[in-house]
């Protein structure tokens, strides 16, 4: 915890662990470079939604990120959220506008703003998206709303994330023209694999103590076009396995940095009206 200077507002993420989150970096920065008397820090907590909507309150905190399970844990205390958010069932954002909190979720809107950044054209794109929990439902909802051509979801069929996808689709189908399909991981062999020219990483698998391991077998990206791009939500590592078999087959790939710099720019600007300078920021992350 920071000591408060006289009118400084504050910031912060609230997650576990914490204490290697690049987020500080990033927003601190982003109120040095706009002149703002604000600070943002990481708080340490496996509190649960309640308590955490009361401790942004009683600090008082002005904005924070939010990690899982938090994510979704503290949707029932905010007090208004967002149409894509209450779609996703999850927000990464909440500002605090005088003890009204109001959530947002900028995780796929940050990941869309990125791919746009590397010049894909994702009007044409037909994605495999792996994963369908709350950052994959973000980054499912983002790519609809864009449009894209087409998302494929893989997702385990006896999880409680499967049902999610299929309700989201439902409520995104009549407003997007992208087709939207969610598939059983079991089938994944019987994917259309040279169909995708677009490759989205949304699950843990590559991360942590999944470090060693990658969601999808070198035969299977084998199977994928030359063309096709392959990006990772993971930026710890750099090169998450997926991300080096891939590019042992000479596909293009992009881990998570981006997104996280572009998610905090939502953020950012939702909580100030500024922008953060994105490039810059990046090249001082890598």
Known sequence: MLNKTANQAQYALLA???????????????????????????????????????????????????????????????DAISTSAQLIGAVNTVYNDNGRLIGENTDGTGLVADIKAHGVDLTQANILLLGGGATARAILTA??????????????????????????????TPKTTTKLTCQPWQQVEQLNWP?????INATSIG????????????????????????????????QSQLLQQAAQLELQTHNGLGMLVQQAAGAFNFWTGKNLPVNEIESFLK
Do not use: M
Request: charged residues 15%; positive net charge; hydrophobic residues 40%.
């Open 143 to 172: 790519l609809a709303l864009t449009p894209v051509a087409s998302v494929t979801v893989l997702q385990r069929a006896h999880r409680p994330h499967y049902q999610q996808v299929e309700q989201l689709i439902k409520n995104l």
């Open 195 to 199: 169909q995708f020219n677009l490759l």
């Open 207 to 238: 991360f942590g103590k999944l470090s060693d391991q990658a969601p999808l077998t070198r035969q299977q990206l084998a199977q994928l076009q030359p063309i096709t791009k392959v990006w990772d939500v993971i930026y710890q590592p750099r």
């Open 16 to 78: 576990h662990p914490a204490k290697h989150s690049l987020s500080p970096q990033i927003h601190n920065y982003g109120f040095k470079v706009n002149r703002l008397n604000a600070v943002y820090f990481v708080i340490d907590t496996n509190a649960s939604g309640q308590e955490v909507a009361r401790e942004i309150r009683q600090q008082p905190l002005t904005g924070c990120n939010l990690s899982l399970p938090l994510k979704e844990t503290i949707l029932p205390e905010l």
